[in-house]
């Protein structure tokens, strides 16, 4: 069966539970811009995105993950996409606002997944440097998740059509894996724990100046609390990263200066999982929440997944992370 | 007839006049890696290429461009490539050390292009920031290519499927234009002038820190004459830019931070001639060389390409370019 | 006699035609901090500057530079000032803002130049980065101005304590020279030409990003205009740099990355006037009203300061300035 | 008394165990430019300094810090020094390479401290961008010293006018203190614990991104391990850092933008103790061997100085550094 011809992640929905304290975070702090509002929602964007929204974050009454959304190529995918799967179902055009008609599924990983062809299109904002603010955000890179078996999504996502660009492995078990569309390291990656959980948005900036930037007024706030891991340069992907934590837990990523991947060849880089370069290329640790903690998702209904347990040696107890030295 | 999949541009060839020369420029001070070198040519490449080369530098008695080379999806785009060109001759695997079998064409705008499928994969350099120096270019970007008429070099890159990221125009001409296969501004992009030559080779880096940098290291070796233009932020693109001459005219662009252009319904960003912003964002005026010198072009034979003459009003004399103040 | 015991340059009060324009450039785009308001005029300051102002805008008829004022290390060097200098008034804590007891005096060159030992301690903004905006600009660092005889500047500020870091010279002619108190490579600099007059105020910042930082929002606000030459690398103090110009024609820099001078034999970097890199090490050129636009200056009693005629060879007729390419 | 009237910490000289593994990490990877070179020892400095050396590296049987040297104003200071310490011996120019002739002491803190008013100055090489390399460092910053009673050394300090920048404390202890006789943020710091031992060396650079960079070489190198805390961003200071061990242990710092202390007011920055950003602006953890690890220091005749266990409560017992999340 043929798969939807995905372009790109695009855009992911956080249930919040304090729209205002979300809206300090990801729009007054991070910098994100505001394409629209409603009582109960934000959509936010990249300076850089040219559709509608990169996030939604929405009130609701627990932190979740709502839904991950990937734009395909055109109409024709939407049908591919409901022969793909096992349980879809199609919502009309503006079902989310700014967002053509789409399918929603129920993927194999327990994860609820959009696929979308068409979006309006707001203002570009590229070259409004005089707006620019926070982490001066360019785009959503990835969704990072957090699933039981990790080969199975590796199986899942290349029968989707993805690249691998990296892994994090060792003779028995792959332990992480980063999977691509668009011409970059990911638009998904695979975490090992208990899952179905999401780990983090991946958000691009351009320079690592703005990752540097972030933390440094969220020290001025005496907010660095929502610092949880980095800035460090990664091994995997090359990018300089920070990760933080919003007011509701919720994980995403500053991340910049990976690189190309759209050669039909291109060759996967394979990161032994003993290699204390791997997650972070100096060698520092890794928090160990990092490892552990990650975001409940909702079913298409709306109601959270039941968690399987982690079917394979976590990687936290194997890898170095720095804890070599 | 369907073009070649094209998947990017991938290498040039450049005729210097002294080799030595050449390799001091473009290896000791640029920072290219060279993947081999053959007495009378060198096969140099960025860090993050995982091709064998960016940019051969062939000795040869006067400066030119011996061709342009696009990477293509899969050996059948080298047949489509033979019945879309009229002038076509297939060489065999290795003509070009570290390139497969490939189709040389004399394009309708008079260049000398070059399609292939399979090439070789050096190591990784990547995260050898131990040996990085110079630009620390990461790859090739794009070629900027000098034709006479602009409408007609877009209608033949349409046809072969690129798509348009940006324009400089007014009601009447179309004075540049950007076009993409890899999901970046450009792979190509159109200057009005006397053609077919080479306008530049544009060069990708990271971060803007090394558009500076290589400026300070040709300050310092009193070689400044080579930084011709720049560095500047572009209004077309975003990117930051420095424009050099090389020790025989040729001229390279090191180019960062330009934007994603993946999405289907990607849309043109268009330039009215007279916004002094266009070419540089800070309003910095142009030198008139870099409106008026290129780099002769080679037919497949080798033999120079005859140049017709610029068939529309020179932008130099519409676009405003900083003499505004 | 014994000069007073001068600590840095440590702010300068410009007369502007609209305080509202002059406030939009120095503040919203500039980023400068308000210190303290008033109808007719606005105290300014960095974010790392510790006392009450680095610039004071006043609205008035005509632009002008009212007075540069110098830090002095005590209150008895008000009274060596008294001495120091023919033509002197005290004037009493608060007649400026924020600022002691001080002694204002009309200088040798024709400026008017203010001593004071005490001034307010406003508000710590150093880890403020959830403020910063514009050019981050951390505090004033150095006066730039015009003078018909450069050696005379010379030697009178030599007389009054300050070390010699950089020069530009032939075997004839002093052209300019940077001259310090506190450990960077200025606190004052002469341009030969007409004066006196005020060539620019030059503001320090911590890293280059921020000199082109501006640079992108001036162009995002379509008032590139205000670029007046670079972004660059000087030559002479190594420094990056931007001159702007502001709503009035006033001249200042954004100055980065200079070096530590306080040692006490600290030696001389006596630049060649034919040497290009001098003013712009990457052999830029210099636009010509760099050389010959300047800010009038005010007599103690606020009156035009008569000019002078430039008394030696310009230094634009003789230095190379990137025209050599 | 009157004590030696101090310029700056100059240069101090270690005890490598292996010369050549010392040179491989302080010149080929920092790149920390060679003076001079003899069997035995290397004389090494920052591209900025305008002196002989800010770095001796001496073969010897163990690790240790020989001496810490700080510059004085005039040869009356070497008079001074002799009469204002109890233990002093001068020794005459060229004793140590470069230096003309100095006076060497014990210090009440156990330190062997060397005093100089002459030294060499070597060829500049500030803007020889060509050939910076690894960390890019301008010159010497800071000596941070271990001491057991941090007021006491402050104390000392203060009585040898230094001033007071920054301190970390509460009601009860002075925790640490940042002082200064250049205007920066400080000559010298105490870290409180068994002491006399040599915390760190601080080396100074332009900008963040050589902060980065030499921790991107290291993993390049996989040499992660020498990368200990950070990098980081200090909440003391504003400095942009990351902390090195050398191949024997040696702590150093890579250190960037702190901020100007001349004016004769400077105000204190006083920390409180439990602020988690006092160590790390963005509160990420210290690792404990920071705390407690440090060099061995020598007395004027060459002899281990037996260490004074820590007399106060210690900081990272009190400090919350980042366990607090």
Redesign the interface.
């Given at each position: 069966m043929e798969p939807p011809d995905i372009?790109?992640s695009a855009y992911a929905e956080l249930i919040v539970t304090d729209l205002d304290r979300a809206r300090w975070f990801w729009v007054d702090?991070l910098g994100l811009a505001v394409t629209e509002e409603e009582p109960e929602a934000l959509y936010l964007r990249g300076y850089?995105e040219?559709?509608h929204h990169n996030l939604i974050l929405r009130n609701g009454s627990a932190p979740a993950a709502a839904r991950l959304a990937f734009?395909v190529?055109?109409d024709e995918d939407l049908a591919r996409a409901e022969q793909f799967y096992a349980t879809t179902r199609r919502v009309p055009k503006g079902t989310t606002k700014g967002i053509g008609e789409a399918v929603r599924v129920a993927d194999p990983l327990g994860f609820t997944v959009e696929f979308f062809?068409?979006a309006d299109?707001p203002d570009?904002l590229?070259?409004?440097?005089?707006?620019r603010?926070g982490a001066e955000i360019?785009?959503l890179d990835h969704f990072n998740i957090v699933v039981p078996d990790v080969r199975k999504a590796y199986d899942y996502y290349t029968e989707l059509g993805f690249g691998l660009s990296e892994t994090i492995e060792d003779d028995q078990t792959l332990y992480a894996a980063w999977m691509y569309r668009?011409?970059t390291v990911h638009d998904v990656a695979f975490t090992g724990g208990d899952g179905p959980r999401l780990h983090h948005l991946g958000f691009f900036t351009?320079?690592?100046?703005q990752v540097?930037?972030v933390?440094?007024?969220?020290?001025?706030?005496?907010e660095?609390?929502h610092?949880?891991r980095g800035?460090g340069?990664h091994?995997v992907s090359?990018a300089?990263y920070v990760y933080l934590r919003d007011p509701d837990g919720h994980r995403l990523e500053i991340y910049t200066?990976d690189?190309?991947t759209?050669?039909?060849?291109?060759?996967t880089?394979r990161w032994d999982v003993h290699d204390?370069?791997r997650r972070d290329?100096?060698?520092?640790?890794i928090?160990p929440?990092w490892y552990t903690e990650a975001t409940m998702v909702l079913d298409p209904d709306g109601a959270p997944q039941k968690l399987i347990k982690h079917q394979q040696t976590p990687e936290k107890t194997v890898g170095a992370d720095g804890f070599?030295?």
């Open positions: 372009v790109r702090v850089d040219l559709t734009r190529r055109a062809a068409a299109h570009r590229q070259q409004r440097y005089d707006v603010k360019a785009r668009k011409q351009h320079e690592s100046q540097l930037r933390c440094d007024i969220l020290g001025s706030l005496h660095e609390r610092i949880e800035p340069r091994g090359n300089m200066s690189y190309y759209g050669d039909p060849d291109h060759p880089l204390p370069r290329f100096w060698g520092n640790q928090v929440s070599s030295r």
